[in-house]
Every structure is written in C-alpha cells, then in structure tokens.
C-alpha cells in the first residue's frame, strides 16, 4: 500500500468516511443526551468509545456495523492519518465517560448539559463541516 503524507507520530491510515458516520453517531447519541431525559442513551456511546479506544476500531460494535455498511454501498475509503483522529478518538472518550459519570452518580444536571454542549459543538464540526476541531489541537502538540 502507497503511503500517503502523514505526520511524524503516526503512520497509520483510518477511513475518513468511517470516521464521520461514526461522529454521526456520537452526534445524535449527544443530541439524545441534552434534549431528552433519555440520559442512559449516551452510555451505548461512552461503552463503545472505551472498546474503540483500548482495543481498537476492529472491535467496536458501531464501526463493526458501519463498515459493513460501507462495504454494502461499495464505497471506496478514503484514507487520512490517524494520528489526529485517535487523539479525538481519546478526547470523546474522556467527554462520553465524564457525562456518563454525572448521569451515573446523580450530580447536577447542569454538568452534563454544558459538556455535553461543548461536545455537540465539536462533534458538529466534524460531522457537519468536515472541521476536526481536536485534530487542529493535535497538530499543535505535534509541532511542540
């Protein structure tokens, strides 16, 4: 397989198609959580965040589901470094399971909202806009 231009970190490739329908998912999952009193819903998301994130891609149920999906509609990937898209990877881990937890333990609701706000802005961005908002911030620690 020809390499593609990567940054320094990390020389593997991911399905930038696969990456999107899954903030796809993150997104409606986050919408679920702040408008509706469907709280539990998010921890499908934070579940499967942990899975993709300690054991790989290949063993989460939803990016199982979606590249069978892809392979059905014979799409052709398109391939980007995935450096950028596991640190993002790591960043909605750490907010699915943080609004998991105030769900879990009872803490205010106002907690959850706001990150889950937050959370909605950037998911938003890369779903709606193509704008990886924690791969602009990932590019600043690799130039340090």
């Known amino acids: 397989m020809a390499r593609i231009a990567s940054c320094p970190i990390s020389y593997d490739l991911v399905n930038e198609k696969l990456t999107r329908i899954y903030s796809a998912f993150t997104f409606v999952s986050l919408l679920i959580y702040v408008v509706t009193p469907f709280k539990w819903f998010l921890l499908i998301s934070a579940f499967d965040f942990i899975i993709r994130v300690t054991l790989g891609v ?84 690799v130039k340090s």
């Open 58 to 141: 290949k063993y989460s149920p939803v990016c199982f589901f979606i590249r069978k999906s892809l392979l059905l509609l014979n799409t052709k990937p398109h391939l980007v470094n995935a450096g950028p898209k596991k640190f993002a990877a790591k960043i909605g881990l750490a907010f699915t399971v943080s609004m998991s937890a105030v769900y879990i333990l009872n803490m205010p609701e106002i907690i959850g909202s706001v990150l889950g706000v937050f959370s909605l802005i950037a998911v938003g961005a890369e779903v709606f806009f193509k704008y990886c908002i924690a791969c602009k911030i990932y590019s600043w620690f």
